[in-house]
């Protein structure tokens, strides 16, 4: 009984040299200048819990995944919405033959309806002909440009358009506020302005090493044409030299988002094919976890910059759990129909 207490002290000792060992970490960034923060903006890792804030453009958004359950949960901070994600290797495999079917089915639509116009344009120079030779000028009428129609930042004018034109008075009757949904339009159309500017763009990798913080990284640019939008140093997440527990974490987690992210491909290519817009390197995400990024106008000036710190720290709890007060789609759907 007398050697009692002294294991006591001894295991509580242990436990505590433990709990100092296993110290979290947050990885955000030093920024300078306007615009030029890396996507994401923040990564904070808890042993196999993960959140990554997402800042961009009007945009705020996180993503807290869980390596235990293999579920992740997506935080819309502007609308308030939590969004479940399955991330296991069946719910995977299942978008991703979902993925190839919609492109398949879609790129087939989208063949019909080409099939329809090049019949109406066919019909219209008979018409037309027909016109000419009793003496009669022939209407021009531009035929619409599917592929040039389905861009985005051309989905997001006609939508805005459309949204113009309506009656302030019967978006209130439909229970929009009119001044609420022009901030809506502006924060959309700066992410469209952006993301286009990124699909236009061609990311280089591969251009020599350099290092942050004594962290060995690897340079990358993003040109569009000959002018340097970006220029960055990335590193893949095993090179952070977090301590082990955290580090296996955000290991395990980071190459389940990516399969994640790959089971959306299929989609993309067969789009990018049928609308011609697929470019090596095009559109391409910075690699790894960016360590340090620089930003420059058409002039090449400098416009702004951003480097990571790394903090370990103990989070609190709170960091990887869905806010109070936030809702989930299907519970937005049905406050929206008793309304």
Known sequence: MTGFPALAVAIALVALTASMARADARLDYVASGTGCVPVPTAVAVQGSRLRIDMRDAGSDSSLLYDGVEQYATALDHEQRMASPIELDDEALDFQTDVSSATGTRMTRELDKVDAMMAQAREQMKVQCAELERQGMQCPQMAMPDLASMMQPENLQAMQQQAMVQADPADLRRAGIDPDALAAQQAQDQAQAAVQQARRESVLVDGLGADSVAGIACTMWERRQG???????????????????????????????????????????????????????????????????????????????????????????????????????????????ASQ
Do not use: N, W
């Not at 470019?279 to 910075?286: H, P, R, V, Y």
């Open 226 to 336: 000959e002018h340097v939008l970006e220029r960055g140093c990335s590193v893949e997440p095993a090179a952070l030299g977090l301590d082990a527990r955290d580090q296996r974490g955000l290991d395990r987690g980071y190459a389940r988002l990516m399969k994640m992210q790959q089971a959306f491909q299929p989609l993309v290519d067969k789009l990018d094919a049928r609308m011609g817009t697929a470019q090596a390197g095009a559109g391409a995400s910075a690699p790894g976890i960016v360590l340090r990024q620089a930003c420059f106008d058409a002039e090449g000036r400098e416009t702004g910059s951003a480097t990571a710190r790394i903090e370990r720290a103990t989070l609190p709890a709170s960091t990887f759990e869905i806010p109070p007060g936030y809702r989930s789609p299907m519970d937005a759907m049905r406050e929206d």
